[in-house]
């Protein structure tokens, strides 16, 4: 069946910009996370949805960073006025439900880059 | 804070050579510990799920076992295909995964 599918797969923006990047999780899985992987450094959690609640913001790194799900589905995630330093992959993964046993199954990522 | 250190960095195979990477964690009451495959320029693909220490899963040429401080992750008989980027990820409490900074295997032919 389809994995979870991200867009775009490349962005390349100006500092000062505003982003959005996409996740389409697996049909079917309430659940859906955000998480970014820097360069050199490992899988850095951002948020979770259960549903179209964000039930755990607490990896957001600043409030220029917001996502939201709608339709229990598709889930966009926003960074506003780009920094240098928000230049990572954005990794998106769901799972049918939150927890274990349930496991976490990841999209491709999109790299951003801002320059 | 939970932490999830793995060991080595990075390990040099010789096709045909076994060997085994360690995936050590501090967390405050273990739901899951989770093992991924992340290729260059891909998402993390799963391969296991560990609940509880003494229990060990297979997958080919793959076998991940589990202690109260500790899983290994061991590579039998290694092909270069098996060449990768292997993550641990724990779960505790809540339900975000806590990851390693990852070990990159490279098995030469």
């Known amino acids: 069946g389809a994995g979870v599918s991200q867009s775009p797969s490349n962005k390349v923006t100006e500092k000062g910009k505003d982003v959005e990047l996409r996740c389409d999780p697996i049909?079917?899985?309430?659940?859906l996370y955000w998480y970014r992987q820097s360069l050199g450094q490992g899988l850095e959690f951002l948020i979770y949805?259960?549903?179209?609640?964000?039930?755990?913001k607490s990896g957001l790194p600043s409030d220029r960073f917001s996502a939201e799900r709608t339709g229990g589905s598709v889930s966009t995630l926003t960074i506003q006025r780009t920094q240098q330093e928000d230049s990572a992959v954005y990794l998106c993964?769901?799972?049918?439900?939150?927890?274990?046993?349930?496991?976490?199954?990841f999209g491709p990522g999109t790299r951003l880059t801002v320059t | 804070e939970d932490q999830v250190t793995q060991s080595p960095e990075a390990l040099r195979l010789q096709e045909g050579e076994s060997s085994s990477l360690n995936c050590s964690y501090t967390?405050?009451?273990?739901?899951?510990l989770f093992w991924y495959r992340q290729d260059p320029g891909k998402g993390p693909e799963f391969l296991f799920t560990?609940?509880?220490a003494g229990e060990e899963k297979e997958k080919e040429r793959l076998k991940a076992t589990l202690t109260k401080k500790e899983s290994f992750l061991h590579i039998t008989a290694p092909k270069p295909e098996d060449s990768a980027t292997y993550l641990c990820a724990v779960q505790a409490s809540d339900y975000k995964l806590s990851f390693g900074a990852g070990t990159t295997v490279t098995v030469r032919a």
């Open positions: 949805f259960q549903g179209n609640s964000a039930p755990d």
């Open positions: 560990l609940y509880s």
């Open positions: 993964a769901s799972s049918l439900s939150p927890g274990a046993p349930y496991e976490q199954y």
């Open positions: 967390v405050s009451g273990l739901r899951g």
């Open positions: 049909s079917g899985h309430t659940a």
